[in-house]
Nanobody
Framework: QVQLVESGGGLVQAGGSLRLSCAAS????????MGWYRQAPGKQRELVAGITSGGVTNLSDSVKGRFTIYRDNAKNTMYLQMNSLKPEDTAVYYCKATAWRFHNGYDYWGQGTQVTVSS
């Protein structure tokens, strides 16, 4: 019932910037939280940043001061602004949305977008 489409990944040199977008469609009214995760080769998927329906955000320590998560509710789109990128930021970045119906939560994932930071 919720579809997520990610875009904005690519190749960038260390110190550069990228902005990832996650466009939600379908039953977007049911979404109460969204977030960005990333997974590097051989590593577990980790939470990078999250934002609730109330606008409360959190960032992992590794990206604080460099990344910003925000939403454009009119466009049903979530963004991850990534500045001062480092090679260790290289990963597939995934958008996730959590939708609640009654007392049940459902997670939806985007297809992922590759971010590669060269040194």
């Amino acid at each position: 019932q919720v579809q997520l489409v990610e875009s904005g990944g690519g190749l960038v040199q260390a110190g550069g910037s990228l902005r990832l977008s996650c466009a939600a469609s379908g039953s977007t009214f049911s979404i109460n939280a969204m977030g960005w995760y990333r997974q590097a080769p051989g590593k577990q998927r980790e939470l990078v940043a999250g934002i609730t329906s109330g606008g409360v955000t959190n960032l992992s320590d590794s990206v604080k001061g460099r990344f910003t998560i925000y939403r454009d509710n009119a466009k049903n789109t979530m963004y991850l602004q990534m500045n001062s990128l480092k090679p260790e930021d290289t990963a597939v970045y995934y958008c996730k949305a959590t939708a609640w119906r009654f007392h049940n939560g459902y997670d939806y994932w985007g297809q992922g977008t590759q971010v590669t930071v060269s040194s």
